[in-house]
């Protein structure tokens, strides 16, 4: 299972901060570990993925805005977004991620994120 | 970046039908292609991977077909709890997701 947990808020200009507690797996398994939101306007979008050894694949039109990392003695993830603006808005989801064998198996339940002043 | 692009946005069946919803790439993916459930409120589910492999749990009536750039996820007999909106998503290169098939019940 995975759950999500962050700021509901965050203001335009800041960094969005979220994380991921694993359980019932370990983040030292063979999946990686990613984030998607979901916002009215774009849809599914996924934002990238890492591995516990901290190889991270990003969406490159987020590339630049993007940090991942894995806390192996947590067995959780993180997701930073920097520089946020109102397009940012979005539920953000975290999934494991089967890379080339099975996508998106697991979610989590979603955490809503909304940018405002 | 390819694009997946899914048809219909919407649709309205009756219980017991068959309903098939189309996915097209914008290039050959293989046969890296998923299908996701979304219920009102909650987060998308698997359904299938590899174009028609069942993720454990999910009943046989949903099925999957296709290869290259044309994909159809296929509910054979629909029930009540199948109404959802159904997203396929390409996992060859890097990752995309359809616009969505919202389901309903006639």
């Known amino acids: 299972q995975l759950q999500e947990a962050g700021p509901g808020l965050v203001k335009p200009s800041e960094t969005l901060s979220l994380s991921c507690s694993v359980s019932g797996d370990s983040i030292r398994s063979s999946y990686f570990w990613g984030w998607i939101r979901q916002s009215p306007g774009k849809g599914l979008e996924w934002i990238g993925s890492v591995y ?8 490159p039109s987020l590339k630049r805005r993007i940090f991942m990392s894995v806390d192996m003695s947590k067995n959780q993830f993180s997701l930073n977004l920097t520089s946020v603006t109102a397009a940012d808005t979005a539920i953000y989801f975290c999934v494991r991620d089967g890379r080339g064998e099975t996508g998106f198996d697991t979610w989590g339940p979603g955490t809503q994120v909304t940018v405002s002043s | 970046d390819i694009q997946m692009t899914q048809s219909p ?27 996701y459930q979304q219920r009102p409120g909650r987060a998308p589910q698997p359904l ?22 044309k994909f159809t996820l296929t509910i054979s007999s629909l029930q009540s709890e199948d109404v ?5 998503h390409q996992y060859y290169g890097s990752h995309s997701f359809g616009g969505g098939t919202k389901v309903e019940i006639k």
């Open chain 2, 9 to 35: 946005s919407s649709l309205s069946a009756s219980l017991g039908d068959s309903v098939t919803i189309t996915c097209r790439a914008s290039q050959g993916i293989s046969n890296s292609l998923a299908w």
């Open chain 2, 48 to 69: 299938l991977f590899a174009i028609s492999k069942l993720k454990t749990g999910v009943p046989s009536r949903f099925s999957g077909s296709g290869s290259g750039t």
């Open chain 1, 52 to 59: 516990y050894n901290g190889r991270t694949d990003y969406n």
């Open chain 2, 84 to 88: 959802a909106t159904y997203y396929c």
